[in-house]
């Protein structure tokens, strides 16, 4: 099945220490996106890569890190400078050419919980 | 940059009535206005899209209305059913980048 994956679904993390989630897709799209979702607040991008080997910075990129080394993988690291990182994180991608704008498809979310 | 303001946040109606969210951008590029549900602890899922050489779209009991010049765009859902119970996103689409409304949460009561 053709899909987006996000593992894990629940991740717990001690302040002061990074994490990193895991994100891929078999749909063969060239966009992929971060989003982070609060309690009763929009989603709010965190990074974007329209293409391997590149990327940027969305509206609330401190504190987080990524890497797209594979066109099917978007991994977000969530490092310690990140003052409030409890949240629901979504992964996105889409065929992403500039300037065709298509149907996003989001994976199931990763809850990280700092303890 | 672009933003996308969404009203209500929250909304109940009677199972049978009709409900309406409505959201406003504000980059005039902007070319593609998808609405998204997403149901509890999952991730959104389309349910309805349009681009700015259109002005209405329907699917079955939902459809989507943009006013260009007013910059905003609304979901009408009809006949509304209890499994039609979630949060709606509307978002904005420039550069390849979806800009999020702040959702709303429906609620059908039967």
């Known amino acids: 099945d053709g899909g987006i994956t996000q593992s894990p679904k629940y991740l717990f993390r001690k302040e002061g220490q990074n994490v990193t989630l895991s994100c891929e897709q078999n749909?063969?799209?060239?966009?992929m996106y971060w989003y982070r979702q609060d309690p009763g607040q929009g989603l709010r991008l965190i990074y974007y890569?329209?293409?391997?080997?590149?990327?940027q910075k969305g509206d609330i990129a401190e504190g987080y890190s990524v890497s797209r080394e594979k066109k099917e993988s978007f991994p977000l690291t969530v490092t310690s400078a990140q003052k409030n990182p409890t949240a629901f994180y979504l992964c996105a991608s889409s065929i992403g050419h500039e300037g065709m704008n298509t149907e996003a498809f989001f994976g199931q979310g990763t809850r990280l919980t700092v303890v | 940059g672009e933003n996308v303001e969404q009203h209500p946040s929250t909304l109940s109606v009677q199972e049978g009535d009709s409900a309406v969210i409505k959201c406003t951008y504000s980059?005039?590029?902007?070319?593609?206005f998808p609405w998204y549900k997403q149901e509890l602890g999952k991730g959104p899922q389309l349910i309805i899209d349009i681009r700015s050489n259109v002005g209405e779209k329907k699917d079955q009991r939902i459809a989507v209305t943009l006013n260009k010049t007013a910059k905003h765009f609304s979901l009408h859902i009809t006949e509304t059913q209890p499994e039609d119970s979630a949060v709606y996103f509307c978002?904005?689409?420039?550069?390849?980048?979806?800009?999020f409304g702040q959702g709303t949460e429906l609620s059908v009561k039967p």
């Open positions: 890569s329209q293409i391997v080997n590149d990327f």
């Open positions: 980059d005039s590029a902007s070319n593609y």
């Open positions: 978002a904005a689409s420039i550069g390849g980048k979806l800009i």
């Open positions: 749909l063969n799209h060239d966009a």
